[in-house]
């Protein structure tokens, strides 16, 4: 089955400084992609970053960027330069499989509290 | 612009009471899902829809029903039979394509309370 966890329900950080939120997964598969989405308090839900797994060169979106290790099955958000809009639920997700489309399956989402 | 609309953003429902969701897209988008949201949780799978005139249960499909006659719309209907209907309810659109590389695209949600 394909399973994603995020370890930490929830972290904290102090405005400008770096956080990283982890993320681990199972899948058979071999060439699928990996997302993280953040939810803020307005609770929509928006595409921070995603990753191809066969792109050994790891996604970077601005202050956000990824460390993905392929052969852990991990797939960590770093976010730098934190900012108080940075504030949210941020969910790790990647396709169930073959089989299903393109139909994701999500972590169960780590709480980001930036403080002033 | 594309994009997915949910109506209503409030919902509130009298016990014993059928209510519908909306979910319209314009993303020409085939595949549509809906998620359950419970506070501070992540989000769990209702109803999907590959194909008009299709779906299939998720997870937590018991008191909830579908139904997919335009490829535009996938309306959510809770149903009596759900006993803790309360929580944040989040209508997702894709390409069925596996491996997908643009995800999911989300409505803004509609909050339902048991009054």
């Known amino acids: 089955a394909q399973t994603v966890t995020q370890s930490q329900p929830e972290m904290s950080v102090q405005e400008a400084e770096t956080v990283t939120l982890s993320c681990t997964y199972d899948?058979?598969?071999?060439?699928?992609?990996l997302f993280w989405y953040k939810q803020p308090p307005s609770r929509q839900m928006i595409l921070v970053i995603r990753?191809?797994?066969?792109?050994?060169q790891n996604a970077t979106e601005n202050r956000f960027s990824v460390n993905f290790q392929k052969a852990a099955k991990s797939f960590s958000l770093k976010i730098s330069d934190s900012q108080l809009g940075d504030t949210a639920m941020y969910f790790c997700?990647?396709?169930?499989?073959?089989?299903?489309?393109?139909?994701?399956?999500f972590g169960g989402g780590t709480r980001l509290m930036v403080k002033p | 612009d594309g994009g997915i609309t949910q109506s209503p953003k409030y919902l509130f429902r009298k016990e014993g009471q059928n209510v519908t969701l909306s979910c319209e897209q314009n993303?020409?988008?085939?595949?549509m899902y809906w998620y359950r949201q419970d506070p501070g949780q992540g989000l769990r799978l209702i109803y999907y829809?590959?194909?008009?005139?299709?779906?299939q249960k998720g997870d937590i499909a018991e008191g909830y029903s579908v139904s997919r006659e335009k490829k535009e719309s996938f309306p959510l209907t809770v149903t009596s039979a759900q006993k803790n209907p309360t929580a944040f309810y989040l209508c997702?659109?894709?390409?069925?394509?596996?491996?997908?590389?643009?995800?999911?695209?989300f409505g803004s949600g509609t909050r339902l309370t048991v009054v």
């Open positions: 997702a659109s894709s390409t069925p394509r596996y491996p997908g590389g643009d995800g999911y695209t």
């Open positions: 899948t058979s598969e071999n060439n699928y992609y």
């Open positions: 990753q191809e797994a066969y792109k050994q």
């Open positions: 997700a990647f396709p169930k499989g073959n089989n299903a489309g393109n139909m994701l399956t």
């Open positions: 993303l020409n988008h085939d595949a």
């Open positions: 829809s590959q194909i008009v005139n299709d779906f």
